[in-house]
């Protein structure tokens, strides 16, 4: 498997509900990100979340690092419709900006 | 809020063709980079681009691209012979420092090569 390896693939949710996306990796990192991209669109920040932090919220949105699992999640509390969109997940392990995407997760919101 | 630009949105060249693909990155930003997206695959990185020269460039980026910084504001992507493998959405991002720090991606030019 690839650094930065998101589940599950597909996500469909009723809006109102939660959506928890996880993201594992492989090597060692200084800060994870989180982005969302629209279909067909491009990729918009969410969230970094630094390696000496294990929490970190930003509005409906909370991120969790796991270093010693080498995971992140990222939940989504209360989805919407407009959530609808593919999250991934993205890290730089060797430090030099050169970001690593994982497959993503495709998370669906239904009215 | 700054945000980075990308012109055009859309690119259609036939292959062999040349195409530039223009970024405008955020103005403070020291730090720039080009991805790309193949239909239905993830993103992939390309070149970083930091003081006027490459600063790394993965496999994809061979000789036929190159990337350039003409003035104080944007940064350019040229391929110089397109192929059909090109077809792409390509990203510009751009970044206040290499790492650490957030990068900031524009909407992406569309690139489709027949």
């Known amino acids: 498997s690839q650094q930065g390896e998101e589940d599950p693939q597909a996500l469909s949710i009723q809006e109102g509900e939660n959506a928890t996306m996880n993201c594992s990796y492989k090597?060692?990192?200084?800060?994870l990100q989180w982005y969302r991209q629209n279909s067909g669109r491009g990729l918009v920040h969410l969230i970094l979340i630094r390696s000496n932090e294990r929490e970190k919220h930003s509005g409906r949105l909370r991120v969790t690092l796991d270093t010693s699992k080498k995971s992140s999640s990222l939940l989504i509390t209360a989805s919407r419709a407009a959530d609808t969109a593919s999250y991934f997940c993205a890290t730089d392990p060797s430090n030099t900006g050169k970001l690593i995407f994982g497959q993503g997760t495709t998370l669906q919101v239904k009215p | 809020e700054p945000e980075v630009t990308q012109t055009p949105s859309h690119q259609v060249t036939q292959m062999g063709q040349e195409v530039i693909l223009r970024c405008v990155p955020i103005s403070n930003h020291l730090y720039f980079y080009w991805y790309r997206q193949i239909l239905g695959q993830k993103v992939e990185f390309l070149v970083s681009?930091?003081?006027?020269?490459?600063?790394?460039k993965s496999e994809i980026f061979d000789d036929q691209f190159s990337v350039e910084r003409p003035d104080g504001s944007n940064f350019t992507l040229k391929i110089r012979s397109t192929k059909l493998e090109d077809s792409a959405m390509y990203f510009c991002?751009?970044?206040?420092?290499?790492?650490?720090?957030?990068?900031?991606f524009g909407p992406g030019t569309r690139l489709l090569v027949l």
């Open positions: 681009f930091y003081n006027n020269e490459i600063s790394e």
């Open positions: 090597t060692s990192i200084n800060n």
């Open positions: 991002a751009s970044s206040a420092t290499v790492n650490q720090e957030t990068q900031y």
